[in-house]
């Protein structure tokens, strides 16, 4: 087994007590206290992440909008100097090979962050579409690191306690600024995975301990990865492996605001054009009782299994269980009722529009 | 970690209390404490009978689903319905806390259980 790697907060966890759980190759937090804490932290005041397991790369070059252009299924190079846009990107046969956020910083420098089960795969795929374009992509994770502030309170707490400056709450989502601490630029950027208010800030690793210790010392609540899988899930945010997957293309798993058609070209242009899509992602909420678990079976009325789940929890915050689910499109117009399979007993599940928490 | 010595244990982190002919099942402090927030569990019927280490329920946190193996052959006589409402309470005291009562033979198989000194050691060394 190849040695796990770890992150410059490595020991800030540990210290912390944090249960450390192997993921994407890495040794990460799967949570410090209780998930149910960590949730609500997140949701009623703030909470961080540490994510500098996910890959970034630094792009530099002339050709950064046709290159991101081509390798992206949504709009780059429309996009303005200090804003960001989340789309997935595709193969050429229109499965799903991640899903990233490229960050412009301006035209001729970009930020791009992916998935750390997919840094190899990501960094393989980029720099065979950049042949073209021959623009410099550097892999920087070892020298930034990524943490989420999440949170209706974590603006303030930014401000209040790191002199972060107040027009950082008037900015819109997936915008960037780029902000003065301790002598280093971090940027903040108005992204995150939990449906809350706050950011993500790229810290250099040589500061990232300390910031991190000053949030916890301020009342932010330190939060791993499963209170992160239940926010995302709660707001209906699809993830890399369970929801999107390379069999699916990005009509099947809820993506089509990200698929931009009348874009001239991009890599996987013509085959999503003319694919059928075989399956939706729907959303479903169950009662208190049931939990609907990655696996289990969506069946019709008639016992048919019409489906399966994608990504499943019970969620602290509505006090239900939720669920993702890739439901057969040929059934979807013939099925009133929903049903998951959990263990020897049919659940009735009940469709929603919008989010978990809506 | 809490393990009383009057309880006998089992490699999958349940405990029971031998009282004549009843056999009262939960979960450790081990256990609860490793799966977090309990926030379901599936009781069996009453009546139903069980063999050692058949599965006999699940107790589900926010992120992970264990299945109860019973960890002697009897009769399901009583199940603590309470759980259903409330099953944080195994959380809170997993050894107050039962899940179900069997009725079993007196001349029962227990040489499989563990005594709280081992079932210490077994844990330490699986943490």
């Given at each position: 087994?190849?040695?796990?790697?770890?992150?410059?907060?490595?020991?800030?966890?540990?210290?912390?007590?944090?249960?450390?759980?192997?993921?994407?190759?890495?040794?990460?937090?799967?949570?410090?206290?209780?998930?149910?804490?960590?949730?609500?932290?997140?949701?009623?005041?703030?909470?961080?992440?540490?994510?500098?397991?996910?890959?970034i790369v630094e792009i530099t070059?002339?050709?950064i909008?046709?290159?991101?252009?081509?390798?992206?299924?949504?709009?780059?190079?429309?996009l303005k100097n200090m804003k960001a846009?989340?789309?997935?990107?595709?193969?050429?046969?229109?499965?799903?090979?991640?899903?990233?956020i490229c960050y412009k910083i301006n035209q001729k420098n970009a930020y791009i962050v992916?998935?750390?089960?997919?840094?190899?795969?990501?960094?393989?795929?980029?720099?065979?579409?950049?042949?073209?374009?021959?623009?410099?992509?550097?892999?920087i994770?070892?020298q930034t690191g990524l943490l989420a502030v999440?949170?209706?309170?974590a603006f303030?707490?930014l401000i209040?306690?790191f002199n972060f400056p107040t027009e950082i709450k008037d900015l819109p989502p997936f915008s960037l600024q780029e902000i003065t601490f301790e002598g280093e630029t971090l940027l903040l950027a108005t992204t995150g995975?939990?449906?809350?208010?706050g950011c993500e800030l790229f810290v250099p690793n040589n500061i990232i301990?300390?910031f991190?210790?000053?949030?916890?010392?301020?009342?932010?609540?330190?939060?791993?990865?499963?209170?992160?899988?239940?926010?995302?899930?709660?707001?209906?945010?699809?993830?890399?492996?369970?929801?999107?997957?390379?069999?699916?293309?990005?009509?099947?798993?809820?993506?089509?605001?990200?698929?931009?058609?009348?874009?001239?070209?991009?890599?996987?242009?013509?085959?999503?054009?003319?694919?059928?899509?075989?399956?939706?992602?729907?959303?479903?909420?169950?009662?208190?009782?049931?939990?609907?678990?990655?696996?289990?079976?969506?069946?019709?009325?008639?016992?048919?299994?019409?489906?399966?789940?994608?990504?499943?929890?019970?969620?602290?915050?509505?006090?239900?269980?939720?669920?993702?689910?890739?439901?057969?499109?040929?059934?979807?117009?013939?099925?009133?009722?929903?049903?998951?399979?959990?263990?020897?007993?049919?659940?009735?599940?009940?469709?929603?529009?919008?989010?978990?928490?809506? | 970690?809490?393990?009383?010595?009057?309880?006998?244990?089992?490699?999958?982190?349940?405990?029971?209390?031998?009282?004549?002919?009843?056999?009262?099942?939960?979960?450790?402090?081990?256990?609860?404490?490793?799966?977090?927030?309990?926030?379901?569990?599936?009781?069996?019927?009453?009546?139903?009978?069980?063999?050692?280490?058949?599965?006999?329920?699940?107790?589900?946190?926010?992120?992970?689903?264990?299945?109860?193996?019973?960890?002697?052959?009897?009769?399901?006589?009583?199940?603590?319905?309470?759980?259903?409402?409330?099953?944080?309470?195994?959380?809170?005291?997993?050894?107050?806390?039962?899940?179900?009562?069997?009725?079993?033979?007196?001349?029962?198989?227990?040489?499989?259980?563990?005594?709280?000194?081992?079932?210490?050691?077994?844990?330490?060394?699986?943490?």
């Open positions: 087994m190849t040695e796990l790697k770890t992150t410059a907060l490595y020991h800030t966890h540990e210290n912390l007590k944090a249960k450390l759980v192997p993921f994407a190759g890495f040794k990460m937090p799967l949570n410090y206290s209780d998930i149910k804490t960590e949730v609500a932290a997140i949701r009623n005041k703030a909470g961080a992440f540490d994510v500098s397991h996910m890959g070059g002339d050709k909008n046709e290159f991101i252009d081509h390798l992206i299924t949504n709009n780059y190079s429309t846009v989340y789309s997935p990107i595709i193969n050429e046969k229109g499965g799903i090979i991640d899903d990233l992916f998935n750390a089960s997919n840094i190899e795969k990501d960094l393989n795929w980029m720099n065979q579409v950049n042949q073209d374009f021959n623009n410099q992509i550097n892999f994770s070892d999440q949170g209706p309170e303030d707490i209040k306690e995975y939990t449906g809350e208010k301990a300390d991190f210790a000053k949030l916890v010392e301020f009342g932010v609540t330190p939060c791993g990865l499963a209170a992160r899988d239940v926010l995302r899930l709660e707001v209906a945010y699809p993830l890399y492996g369970n929801d999107l997957t390379i069999n699916h293309n990005p009509y099947e798993c809820g993506l089509a605001w990200t698929v931009k058609l009348k874009k001239e070209n991009f890599l996987g242009k013509t085959a999503i054009e003319n694919k059928k899509t075989k399956v939706k992602l729907k959303k479903f909420v169950l009662d208190k009782k049931s939990i609907p678990r990655q696996g289990y079976k969506v069946l019709n009325e008639n016992d048919r299994e019409i489906g399966v789940v994608s990504s499943g929890t019970f969620s602290p915050t509505i006090e239900k269980g939720i669920a993702m689910a890739h439901i057969e499109t040929v059934a979807i117009s013939e099925t009133e009722n929903y049903y998951i399979q959990i263990r020897n007993k049919k659940v009735q599940a009940t469709e929603i529009t919008g989010n978990f928490l809506d | 970690m809490n393990t009383p010595s009057e309880l006998f244990y089992t490699k999958e982190h349940e405990w029971v209390k031998l009282d004549g002919d009843t056999a009262t099942i939960g979960i450790t402090d081990y256990a609860q404490s490793s799966l977090g927030d309990i926030v379901f569990v599936e009781l069996p019927e009453s009546g139903m009978n069980l063999s050692q280490e058949q599965t006999f329920g699940v107790v589900e946190s926010i992120k992970s689903v264990s299945d109860l193996f019973s960890p002697i052959t009897g009769e399901v006589i009583e199940i603590n319905n309470d759980l259903n409402d409330a099953p944080e309470k195994l959380n809170e005291d997993p050894y107050k806390n039962w899940i179900v009562k069997l009725k079993v033979s007196p001349e029962l198989n227990r040489e499989h259980l563990l005594n709280a000194e081992t079932y210490n050691d077994y844990c330490l060394n699986n943490n």
